[in-house]
Structure formats: structure tokens, C-alpha cells
């Protein structure tokens, strides 16, 4: 596959943090590994068994992006999961992670604390698929139909109290399936959160599956964010815990790196991240070079969260 080639060793290295590469070479071969024996796309067989009925689910009409799918074999295949190395070839690596029976915790500012099973919360929710343009701040993107419902759902059934103002989402931590977390250097957990605002802007989504089957878990099974409109980056995985908080939340990229990756990440092709432009893209499959756009497309349904916060570092 040419997406695993050498010719983007070079333009990956100009772009990954150079702090997170030093595992590159020797993961280059783990990932080889993985293929040839066959794990690309799979959930845990507890995991799809938990979800069996429920996918695939309908698609969504608002909600599908007119442009060709990134191939599965990409999405499921090429991935940003720390916890698990530092190269994209996390499949093996992750499968370590046991994502059912998986508890999560809403707490917090809430009238409504609730502590449950992800297979409980789904029972509580309509699933859908919806295809977004997914953008890394690496300079890479795909377009991913996901599987899951609104974040705003978890907002309902918190009921924040009128002193929430960021809701916060915290991902497992458990250095012993994860072995990167046993680096002291970097601040597991991982974390990202959002405004209130833009946790209940309609685009907002969880995704428990991808290509109508169960979230592989290098995708970030059994539930992570999907925010199209901003970098990768800050669509956590595996989340465990949705805190809704009065102060807004440092994030893991934002502790790890403050000059390079701020808290709202915006996508925008103008504002250039300090060792690379972010003009244009990388499409992972086709290996096309496309414009990249304000709000990666999606102006129309999040520009106005950002009325009045010009002052505020809202593209990095
Ligand atoms: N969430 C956690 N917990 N750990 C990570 O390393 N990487 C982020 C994001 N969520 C990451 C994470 C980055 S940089 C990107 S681009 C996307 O996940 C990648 O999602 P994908 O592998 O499904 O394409």
C-alpha cells in the first residue's frame, strides 16, 4: 500500500513532533508485522459482539461529505494513537486494550452525575453515519464515514448546571496495556475538551464505529470524539470520563507543546503551524494534494462560535 511507503517518510518527519519520533524505524517493521497477519480493521470480538445489531446504522442525511471514502484499509490501518507508539502503525500495538466490558464516568457540574457502561449508553441513543472530512494537523487527511450519535446527547442527559462552561474528556490510562504511557515525559492522561458552545454545535459527534462495524480499536474503541471542523488532534479516544468543568482544561498537546498546539485548533489554511504550512493536504489512499479549508469546510455551521474570541489563538 503506498500510504505505508517510504516516499512520506520525509514529509512525516518534517511534520510529526520530533520528540514523538524516536520510535519511528523499529515501529516501521511492527507495522509491517500487523499486516501480514491480518489485524488491520478489527475490533475485539467482545466489542463487536456487544454491538452486534446496532450496525450499521442509518445513514445521515444532513451529514455526508460529496467526496470519495478514504480506504478502510487507511483509516483503519494508518493512525495517531500515542498510548500505543509513536509511528501510525498502532494496530497490533493496541489490540492489547480490552474495550468491553468499558465504564464511563459523567461527572462534574452536573444535576445528573452517572457512572455506566458504554453499551448501556448506547441504549440511551439514535446511531447514525456520518461522513466527515477528517484533517491531522500533521498535514494529512481522510474522509471517514463514522458511526455514532451527537455529543449533545451526553449533554442532555448530564444536565450541566449554568457554571459548566467547558465540558472536559479524559482518556484510559493504564500503563500497562499502554506502554507509552509509561513515559514519564508526557502528561497521561490524554485530554481535550471543548466549549459548552461547541460541544453542542450539531457536528459535534461520538463515534463508536467506522465504516458500519464496531471502532477498531486503533480508532479509539470503544468511543472517541469526532470535531471535523478542527485538527485531529483534538478528537480523543477511548474516552472514560466527560467532566464538565467551570475552567477551561489543559489539554495534553497544549502541556505538551504550548507555542504549536492551542486549545481550539481551528482549521485554517492561513495560519501556518510554526515548522509547516497547513495550505494544503496530504489525502491518505489517493496520496492527491488538496487545498485545505477554513473550518476544514464545515464555516457554515461552526463560524459563529468564534464571534467575538478574534483575540484568541483560534487556529493553532
Ligand atoms: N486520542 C488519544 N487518546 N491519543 C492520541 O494519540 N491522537 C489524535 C486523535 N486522538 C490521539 C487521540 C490525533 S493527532 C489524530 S490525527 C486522531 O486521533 C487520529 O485518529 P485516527 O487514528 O482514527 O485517524
Not at 511507503?5 to 517493521?29: D, Q, V
Not at 472530512?133 to 481522510?142: F, L, P
Not at 464515514?145 to 455529543?151: A, H, I, Q, S, Y
Not at 503551524?273 to 492527491?288: F, I, L
Request: hydrophobic content about 45%; aromatic content about 12%; charged content about 25%.
Amino acid at each position: 500500500m503506498r500510504f505505508l511507503g517510504r516516499s512520506w517518510e520525509m514529509r512525516e518527519a518534517e511534520t510529526t513532533p520530533e520528540a514523538l519520533f524516536f520510535e519511528r524505524r523499529r515501529l516501521i517493521g511492527f507495522g509491517a508485522g500487523a499486516l501480514a497477519a491480518g489485524l488491520l480493521g478489527r475490533a475485539h470480538p467482545a466489542r463487536a459482539a456487544a454491538i452486534d445489531g446496532m450496525l450499521p446504522a442509518a445513514p445521515s442525511a444532513a451529514f455526508h461529505a460529496a467526496e470519495a471514502l478514504t480506504p478502510e484499509k487507511a483509516v483503519t490501518g494508518y493512525n495517531n494513537f500515542y498510548e500505543f507508539g509513536f509511528s501510525k502503525y498502532v494496530q497490533s500495538a493496541s489490540q492489547k486494550l480490552k474495550t468491553s466490558p468499558w465504564t464511563i464516568t459523567i461527572d462534574g457540574l452536573v444535576e445528573k452525575p452517572l457512572t455506566l457502561d458504554v453499551d448501556d449508553l448506547l441504549k440511551k441513543v439514535a446511531l447514525e453515519e456520518r461522513i466527515y472530512r477528517h484533517r491531522c494537523v500533521e498535514a494529512w487527511s481522510m474522509v471517514v464515514p463514522w458511526t455514532g450519535f451527537p455529543l449533545a446527547e451526553i449533554v442532555k442527559l448530564a444536565e450541566p448546571k449554568a457554571e459548566a462552561k467547558y465540558l472536559r474528556m479524559e482518556t484510559f490510562l493504564d500503563p500497562k496495556v499502554a506502554r507509552s504511557q509509561n513515559a514519564p515525559q508526557y502528561p497521561w492522561p490524554y485530554v481535550e475538551g471543548l466549549t459548552m458552545a461547541e460541544a453542542t454545535n450539531e457536528l459535534a459527534f461520538l463515534a463508536v464505529g467506522v465504516f458500519g462495524k464496531p471502532m477498531p480499536t486503533q480508532n479509539g474503541a470503544p468511543i472517541r470524539l469526532v470535531v471535523p471542523w478542527k485538527y485531529g488532534f483534538k478528537s480523543a479516544k477511548s474516552i472514560v470520563r466527560f467532566s464538565f468543568v467551570a475552567k477551561r482544561p489543559e489539554t495534553f498537546w497544549e502541556a505538551l507543546g504550548p507555542d504549536e498546539y492551542g486549545f481550539w485548533a481551528n482549521v485554517n489554511p492561513k495560519v501556518a503551524h510554526p515548522r509547516w504550512s497547513q495550505a494544503s493536504e496530504r489525502r491518505v489512499g489517493p496520496e492527491d494534494s488538496v487545498p485545505t479549508r477554513l473550518f476544514n469546510g464545515y464555516a457554515e455551521q461552526v463560524a459563529g462560535l468564534y464571534k467575538g474570541l478574534e483575540k484568541e489563538a483560534l487556529f493553532m
